[in-house]
C-alpha cells in the first residue's frame, strides 16, 4: 500500500496528446473508435537497412502554433516540442493559463508542480555521425580523438546537445506555465508516464502541491533508438504490412512498434478544483509501484513484480477484485510480456480475471515509450466519459495461452466505474494506477 492517509483527494481537470494517430484529445479518442493505425514506413531517417522499416511517427505537428513565444523553444527536441502542444490543450481545458506574467486563473504557481515521464532527446545524427567519420584514423584503426573535437567544437550546437538531457521538457513546460512548484522528471522506461502520474498524485494527496502537470514526452525514432530495440529484438518486423504489426495478445504478435510523442494530464486536489469552478473528468483513487529484481530485459516468468504492483494499486484505492470494470494494458504485443502480463492478471484476479475485459491501445499508436502510459491514462478518462471499452485491434489469431477478453477489433460499449490502467519497463519497472469515474458529493 502506498498510503493509507489520504489527505487530498485527487482529480483530472484537464488532459492534452500528441501523438501519432492525431495532435489532440477529441481525434485521438475518435481515432481509437475507428480503429485508426498510426504505423507507416518511416520518414524521420533512412531506416530502409534496419530489420524494421517502420514506426509510428507523429507526422505534419508545428509547436509554434501553440506558442506565442516560438523562439523560446526552436532548439527543442521532438519530445519538448510535442509536450508543448500537449501542455497547452490539457492547461486550457482545465482553465490554466499559460504564457501570461500575470495569470487570472487563481492558481499560486509556487504550489503548481510538474512530473513528467521524459526520455533522453536524440543526439544531432548527421553531426554527431560526420564527427565519428572525420575522427576515423584509417592508418591505425582507432579514433583520433583531438581531431574528432576539432569538428565537434565547430559543427554541434550547444543547445541541441542540451537537449539530449531527458530534464528539458520539463524546462519548457515551466517556461510555458511559469509552474514553479515541485518539478520532477523520472526515465523508468516503458513504466515511466504512469509513474510520474501515480508520483505527482502522491504529491497533491500529501499537501506538497495543489497542481500537478503530469505525463510524458518522449522520441526514440532515431538511429540509435532503434537499432537498439533491433538488437534486442523487441521490434515487429512485419515490413510487408506495418499497419497490422502491432499485434497484442495475437498468436502471430511478433514485437512492438516504435511510436513517439506526448501526453499531458492536469491533477489538482478535488478542493483546489472546486475552488476554481474546474471540471472534473475523473479521479485518481490508487498507486502500485513496484520492481522485479530480475533481469533488465525480461519480465519475471511469475510476474511477481506486475502481480504486486497491481495488489499495491487495488489496496491504495480500497477497492477489490470484482470492483475493476476494465483493464488498460501494457499490451505491446512481444510474446513475452503479453503472455507475462496476462499471467500478473489471472495471478491477481483469480478465476475473477475471465470476467474482465482487457485491451491495449498500442495496437494503433504504437509504443510512446516513456509516454506511452500518459497517454493510455487518457484514453481510460475519455473510456468513462462515452462509457466504451477501446479495442485491441489486429487481434484476428487467437493464442490458445492467452484466454482473457481482450476486446478485439471492435469498440465495446460498458458500465465503467473503475479502470486499471498498468505500465511496466525494461529494468524491472512496475507502475500501476486505478482511476475511478468521479461523481460529485
Not at 495543489?210 to 515487429?236: E, K, W, Y
Not at 512498434?257 to 485518481?284: F, N
Request: glycine letters at 10%; charged letters at 25%; one cysteine or more.
Amino acid at each position: 500500500m502506498i498510503n493509507s492517509e489520504k489527505k487530498h483527494r485527487v482529480v483530472i481537470t484537464g488532459m492534452g496528446v500528441v501523438c501519432p494517430t492525431a495532435h489532440d484529445v477529441e481525434s485521438f479518442w475518435q481515432g481509437l473508435m475507428s480503429g485508426k493505425s498510426g504505423i507507416a514506413e518511416t520518414t524521420i531517417f533512412d531506416a530502409s537497412t534496419f530489420p524494421s522499416t517502420f514506426s509510428a511517427e507523429v507526422k505534419d505537428y508545428d509547436y509554434s502554433k501553440y506558442t506565442k513565444n516560438p523562439d523560446i523553444h526552436k532548439d527543442s527536441n521532438r519530445g519538448s516540442g510535442f509536450v508543448i502542444g500537449a501542455t497547452v490543450e490539457a492547461c486550457k481545458q482545465a482553465g490554466i493559463e499559460v504564457e501570461t506574467e500575470n495569470p487570472g486563473d487563481s492558481i499560486d504557481r509556487s504550489r503548481l508542480g510538474i512530473y513528467l515521464g521524459a526520455g533522453e532527446g536524440s543526439v544531432d545524427n548527421e553531426v554527431f555521425f560526420d564527427c565519428l567519420a572525420k575522427g576515423w584514423d584509417d592508418e591505425n584503426n582507432s579514433m583520433d580523438w583531438q581531431k574528432w573535437a576539432e569538428v565537434a567544437f565547430r559543427d554541434m550546437k550547444p543547445m541541441c546537445e542540451l537537449e539530449q538531457e531527458p530534464n528539458m521538457p520539463v524546462c519548457h513546460i515551466s517556461l510555458l506555465t511559469g509552474a514553479r512548484g515541485p518539478t520532477r522528471s523520472c526515465l523508468t522506461a516503458c513504466a515511466a508516464s504512469t509513474q510520474a502520474i501515480g508520483e505527482a498524485s502522491m504529491m497533491i494527496r500529501s499537501g506538497q502541491a495543489d497542481v500537478m502537470i503530469a505525463g510524458g514526452a518522449h522520441s526514440m525514432i532515431h538511429p540509435l533508438g532503434q537499432m537498439g530495440f533491433n538488437r534486442l529484438t523487441a521490434l515487429s518486423t512485419r515490413n510487408d504490412d506495418p499497419q497490422t504489426a502491432s499485434r497484442p495478445f495475437s498468436a502471430t504478435r511478433d514485437g512492438f512498434v516504435l511510436g513517439e510523442g506526448a501526453a499531458v494530464l492536469i491533477l489538482e486536489s478535488l478542493e483546489s478544483a472546486k475552488k476554481r469552478g474546474a471540471k472534473v473528468l475523473a479521479e485518481i483513487v490508487g498507486y502500485g509501484s513496484t520492481a522485479d529484481a530480475f533481469r533488465v530485459t525480461d519480465m519475471h516468468e511469475d510476474a511477481r513484480g506486475a502481480q504486486a504492483a497491481i495488489r499495491a494499486a487495488l489496496a491504495d484505492a480500497g477497492v477489490g477484485c470484482e470492483d475493476i470494470d476494465y483493464i488498460s494494458t501494457h499490451g505491446t504485443s512481444t510474446a513475452e510480456n503479453d503472455s507475462i502480463e496476462t499471467k500478473a492478471v489471472k495471478g491477481v484476479f483469480g478465476d475473477y480475471a475471465k470476467n474482465v475485459p482487457l485491451s491495449s491501445i498500442k495496437s494503433m499508436m504504437g509504443h510512446l515509450i516513456g509516454a506511452t502510459g500518459a497517454a493510455e491514462t487518457i484514453s481510460c478518462v475519455m473510456a468513462f466519459r462515452e462509457n466504451t471499452i477501446p479495442p485491441t485491434m489486429n487481434l484476428h489469431d487467437a493464442d490458445p495461452e492467452l484466454d482473457l477478453d481482450y476486446v478485439p477489433n471492435e469498440p465495446r460499449k460498458a458500465e465503467l466505474n473503475y479502470i486499471i490502467k498498468e505500465s511496466f519497463g525494461f529494468g524491472g519497472q512496475n507502475n500501476v494506477l486505478v482511476l475511478k469515474r468521479y461523481e460529485d458529493d
